[in-house]
């Protein structure tokens, strides 16, 4: 550790002791905790998803920052964010979903794993509303237990209105641009009172397509730009087919194959994606996606409806894809390594020593917002 600057450490304490209440600098030696540490995480229910947002093993959605999921209907949005909540539920944490749709289904969210006799269940109509929730909630978890973890998911933000949309004459002009003015103030002072705790503030909101774009991004999402600036991570989902199987001899629909971008991200790499198969009846299967990778990355070989893993021991399992998972539950040890290998495999290292301009492609793809 180099030595620490004399001049920077006599404007810390100084800044320090202006602002009583609370500290506001630091150095980031290791020697102290400070706002910028990352420390817990929770699973989106996709391992290859929390990777991808994460960039390192066990990891999933920041804890004290704010993450924003996006996309058109259909795509399982509501469904990432009941995972969010039963793996809150799993760390012993408190779940609360504020609803602004009147679309909560119990059944569905006890499918995923979410203990709704233990979930806070808040129905809501208005910005203005849930912030105010929001607040109150931050504020009792301060005075009360501020060791607690809590997630709070309000779905959605496209489906909430304001007070004054609710008394709006539409023919006039100016109703219009309520809900982002609001948001615009309401987001500043949330940051900062979830930056202070072991709080993750998630919003779903709905995807929608600018008219007559014909260059860039062209896609948008409601209430203005207030939730994608202050958001730590922001997630693009997006169907990519349907899961048909027969039952009782008749096709049915499933599940959906899905696909998340993350399109900014402020814990790692941005514009990573992750697909997996989400399943009506079980939500996403995480497993599913590990034995993609496996194949991709060339760690398990196939013949046929076989596949092959050959362990760190030196012995070979032979499996079909519908008993991947058993494999891997009736043996941890292999669990483990197999976990470790895909996170070899996918962790981004931050460097670019060996690339030259050469060896670089210049792509005309269009950057998400935010």
């Not at 814990?267 to 497993?287: C, H, N, Q, T, W």
């Not at 032979?318 to 941890?332: A, E, G, H, M, V």
Request: aromatic share 8%; hydrophobic share 40%; net charge negative.
């Amino acid at each position: 550790m180099s030595k620490r600057d004399d001049l920077a450490s006599v404007l810390a304490d100084s800044l320090n002791k202006k602002f009583k209440d609370y500290k506001v600098a630091y150095f980031l030696d290791g020697s102290e905790d400070t706002p910028t540490d990352l420390t817990e995480w929770i699973s989106t229910g996709s391992s290859m998803l929390d990777l991808a947002i994460a960039n390192r093993a066990n990891g999933g959605i920041p804890v004290g920052r704010i993450t924003e999921i996006t996309g058109l209907e259909g795509s399982g949005k509501s469904l990432l964010a009941a995972h969010l909540l039963a793996n809150t539920q799993k760390k012993g944490g408190l779940a609360v979903f504020i609803d602004t749709e009147n679309a909560m289904n119990e059944d569905f969210l006890r499918c995923i794993g979410v203990d709704v006799e233990n979930m806070l269940y808040v129905q809501l109509e208005t910005i203005e509303d849930i912030f105010e929730v929001i607040e109150s909630i931050i504020t009792k978890v301060r005075e009360s237990n501020k060791d607690r973890l809590v997630s709070i998911v309000v779905d959605s933000i496209a489906g909430a209105t304001t007070a004054v949309e609710a008394e709006a004459d539409y023919s006039k002009d100016g109703w219009a641009t309520s809900k982002a003015i609001i948001l615009s103030k309401a987001m500043r002072k949330v940051t900062q009172m979830v930056g202070r705790q072991r709080i993750a503030l998630i919003f779903t909101n709905q995807l929608r397509q600018k008219l007559g774009v014909m260059f860039g991004d062209p896609w948008t999402t409601s209430g203005g730009k207030a939730i994608a600036f202050h958001s730590s991570c922001r997630l693009r989902l997006k169907s990519m087919g349907q899961i048909k199987a027969k039952i009782n001899g008749v096709d049915e629909t499933i599940g959906i194959k899905a696909q998340a971008q993350v399109v900014k991200n402020r814990m790692g790499p941005p514009l990573r994606k992750a697909e997996f198969e989400i399943y009506f009846d079980s939500g996403v299967d995480d497993y599913g996606g590990w034995l993609k990778v496996m194949k991709a990355q060339k760690l398990v070989s196939a013949g046929g409806a076989w596949y092959t893993y050959v362990s760190e021991d030196g012995k070979s399992h032979k499996f079909l894809s519908k008993d991947w998972q058993k494999l891997l539950d009736k043996n941890p040890t292999i669990k483990e390594e197999v976990y470790i290998k895909i996170c070899n495999a996918l962790i981004m290292e931050y460097k670019t020593d060996n690339i030259g301009i050469d060896d670089i492609e210049i792509s005309d793809e269009p950057i998400p917002e935010g």
